[in-house]
Each structure stands twice: as C-alpha cells, then as structure tokens.
C-alpha cells in the first residue's frame, strides 16, 4: 500500500492559483554546468525508471513550445542584457512548470529536469544580477524532490569540451568581457559558474555526484540515489500492484 | 526601486487606468504641450517591443498562456523597453512618457490570478515614475467609450482567458471591476495622482499640465542644455 507523497511547496510566493498539495509524482532535477554530462546520464535514467515500472517524464531548460524560438533569436542577436535574459528564462520556466512538470506530476508520473531553477540562480549571479531579485523572481518555482548534481571542475571540463561539441559563445560567457580568446573566457567564466553551483549545492542540500569520474560509475550512483529516494517516498510504480494515480481519477 | 526617486536626470511620466479611461489621450495632449514648450520628449507604451512580440502574439493566438506566462511576458517586454528606451533618454536628461508602467502588471496580473507580492518583486527593478496618473473611470463609462470607438472588445482587455463569463461584455465588467479595485490600493500604496476621467477632456488636461508644471520645477532641462547653459555664464 501507497503512502500519500509528501506535500510539495512553491518556492517562494508561488502560484495562487495552482493547487500542489496533491501531486503524487516526483521531480527529480540534474543539474549542474554545461557539457558536464547531464543529457548522457539522463538518457540512461529513464529507461531503467521504466524498466523499474515508473512512468516518466522530461523537461529541459529553454525547451518550451511558447519560448524556445524567441531565446534563440534574442541569443543571436545579442540584444539581451542579464534582466531580459533572466525574465525570459523564467517565463520558459513557468510555461513548463504549468503545461508539463505540474500535469504529470499529477498524473503520478517521475519527472526528470536537465537543469532547474538554480542554474539561473548560479548563471545570474556570474552575470551580476541582484540575488534577491532572481529568487524572487523563481518564487512561482516548485521546491523539488531530489536535486542531483554533477560537480565538476574547471579543468576537467575544457577537454571534455573541447572533445565533444567545441566551445560556444554563450557558455564561454564571451559576453561578460572575462578574457581576450574564447578559451581564457571559458575557463574563468566556467570557474565562477562552478563556484555558484557548489555554493548552491551546500545551501540546497544537493546530493553531490563526482562528475570526473566514469560515465557508468556516475550512473550507478545515480540510480542509488535515486532507488533509495523513490523507496523512501513509496512512489506508485506498476510493479507493486498499484495502479497509476491518473487512472484512478 | 519603485520606492526610491530614480538618479537621472531626466523626468518620468507615467498615466495609468483601465482601457476606455483616456489616458493615452490626455498623454497625447501632454505630450503635443511639452514639446511646445521647446522639451525634448521621449514617448514608449506598455508591449511594444520587439523582443517578445511574437512570443506574445503566437501565445494569445493559441491561448498558450497562462496568468503567469503572459505576466512574465509583459516584464521582458517592460526590462527591454527600460534599458533600451526609458532609461537613456533619463539619462540624457529628457522628459520620458509612458502610456502603462509597471503598475499596470500589478493590477491586471494580479487580476488574472498571480500573486500580488510575486509580481512586485517582479518589477523590483523599475525606477519609481516622477508622476504618475491614475485616470478613474467607472466601468460602464470606459465600455462605452470602447464600444463607441470600435465594435468589438478584445480577448484579453474583456479578461476572457481568465474564464469569468462567455459574454465578452460581462466578462469585462467583471473582469475589469476587479483591476479597477486593484488600482485603487496601488493609489494608497504607490501615492498615484488620481484624476477624475469622467470630467471634461481639457479640464482634466488643465489639472495634468499644472501638476507637470510643478514636478518639472526643479528639472534643468536635457544634459546638452545643461551644458550649454554653462558655457554662457562662463
């Protein structure tokens, strides 16, 4: 037998209008910085959780049908300063957290985030926006259940970048002005980036995952995490007999 | 910020109040007077710019967008006109005119559902407005003055996503009922000078020149000028 889910909370000031108090789902968030390993680890996650008999489903940062042209049109056109910038990610944000994260949460589904509301809290803090006004701004966020981070160093993180996809303007922090080639301008901006990220882990109680470490062993220990999470929650999966919250309803 | 007077020097002026008050008339007859008073003026309106247009116009095409997202919307949209529009011509020293300011978000998104204290944070960023209008119309007045100039209400003026009521003039009396009382708590909270919209268009316009007259006592006019002025008397 299924205990209710724990009750889930907004961040700040929330969305009066949104009823959270029962969303038998979980909101498990990867985070941490870019070319890090996020996207490969999730794509390992969800079909085990399925495997597992959870229902799955993934959100992405900037991947919102309403947003998604625009921030890459303003990206391209250089026209946004850290306010605009913040502003339009959050609207992204709360389009999701609306349309997707909060329905199938509903529904009793695992939802699992590439990223969450703390890398704009560690980006705009690198951009030097006030703190104060980007919680504020993310207080419509939904607190989640399990927040893993992969934490990585700058120095582990240029060769797999410069490996994988190359380095990219934005993620270089080119705009900030930090240094005169892309490469300098990576690792100093990447530096500060991480240096926010660790600073949020301590304060949001992230569960710390060593990203140097092999794609496999990073896997295992998220599973773990995972596993012992979901047990602790009693989460409604197929395997245990229980049919699915959505078709009860 | 909206708490503390801005560091420019430029002036900024402000009129709010629901459609069919006719505050972008008496703006417009501000405006025409200023500039004949030989001001360099600066005029910007609530979702106008280009960052977000398309945004805005494939969300409300589709009905995409919830309280939320098309309060958010409007704050991109408000973050961008300030840094590219309002903020310069203050600091160089011009008068800035602006037809909705951020209390309009405070009122209208308050009213489509969000959270009064979220949406102030929100905007946090806003320079307090020098002046700032509050033309107080009743409901049945501004519908028709609207009904008067057009046949039709628009979607989200008669608050129809908000689901109040299929009838678009119902939903707007209702609707708009709710941000007129919103309105009348930022007067208290934000000191907005309320003007009586049901009075003659240029008695009113004769209140709105004296009390611009008296904010702009202490202006010096625009950098250049300034500058100018200096190089005389030297």
């Known amino acids: 037998m299924n205990m209710p889910a724990a009750p889930k909370s907004f961040y700040g000031y929330g969305i009066p209008y949104l009823k959270v108090d029962n969303l038998p789902g979980s909101l498990i968030v990867l985070e941490g910085t870019d070319s890090v390993g996020r996207s490969t680890q999730i794509e390992q996650l969800v079909p085990w959780l399925e495997v597992e008999g959870y229902a799955v489903a993934q959100t ?12 890459d049109e303003a990206k391209a056109g250089h026209e946004l300063t850290v306010t605009t910038f913040s502003l339009l990610y959050a609207a992204d944000f709360a389009d999701r957290l609306e349309n997707e994260i909060i329905p199938a949460l509903r529904a009793g589904f695992i939802v699992v985030a590439d990223r969450y509301m703390y890398t704009a809290f560690a980006r705009n803090a690198v951009m030097g926006a006030d703190r104060h006004w980007t919680r504020q701004l993310f207080g419509c966020a939904l607190v989640p259940d399990l927040v893993l981070y992969l934490k990585i160093d700058a120095e582990h993180l240029v060769p797999r970048v410069l490996e994988g996809k190359g380095m990219d303007y934005w993620e270089s922090g080119m705009y900030l002005g930090l240094g005169s080639d892309i490469f300098d301008s990576f690792r100093r901006y990447q530096s500060r980036l991480i240096r926010e990220y660790n600073r949020l882990a301590q304060e ?38 229980t049919p699915a919250v959505a078709d009860t309803d | 910020m909206l708490t503390e007077p801005h560091p420019y020097p430029g002036k900024l002026i402000v009129v709010e109040g629901i459609d069919g008050s006719g505050k972008s008339t008496q703006l417009t007859l501000l405006h025409r007077w200023l500039v004949s008073q030989g001001h360099k003026v600066f005029f910007t309106e609530w979702n ?92 049945d007045v501004a519908l028709d003055r609207l009904l008067g100039g057009r046949a039709k209400l628009k979607y989200h003026e008669a608050g129809m996503d908000v689901g109040l009521s299929r009838d678009p003039h119902e939903s707007f009396r209702l609707f708009q009922g709710r941000v007129l009382e919103l309105y009348e708590t930022l007067v208290q909270q934000f000191g907005l000078k309320v003007i009586d919209a049901m009075g003659y268009i240029d008695s009113q316009q004769q209140i709105v020149r004296r009390m611009v007259s008296r904010s702009l006592r202490d202006y010096a006019g625009t950098v250049a000028e300034v500058a100018i002025k200096a190089l005389h008397h030297a």
């Open chain 1, 60 to 71: 992405g940062w900037t991947r919102s049908p309403l947003l998604s042209d625009t921030i």
């Open chain 2, 48 to 139: 106008s710019s280009a960052l977000v247009r398309r945004a805005m116009r494939r969300g409300k095409k589709k009905d995409l967008l919830t309280p939320t997202t098309f309060s958010l919307l409007h704050a991109v949209d408000f973050a961008d006109r300030l840094n590219y529009k309002i903020v310069p011509p203050l600091k160089a020293g011009m008068i800035v005119l602006a037809d909705r300011y951020a209390y309009t978000a405070f009122a209208r998104d308050v009213a489509r559902g969000v959270h009064p204290e979220w949406v102030r944070g929100v905007y946090s960023f806003a320079p307090r407005p020098d002046l700032a209008f509050y033309f107080r119309v009743p409901i």
């Open chain 1, 204 to 241: 949001f109680k992230f569960i710390t995952v060593d990203a140097r470490r092999p794609i496999e062993t990073i896997q295992a220990q998220l599973r773990h995490r995972i596993s012992a999470h979901l047990r602790a929650r009693n989460h409604p999966t197929v395997r245990q007999g």
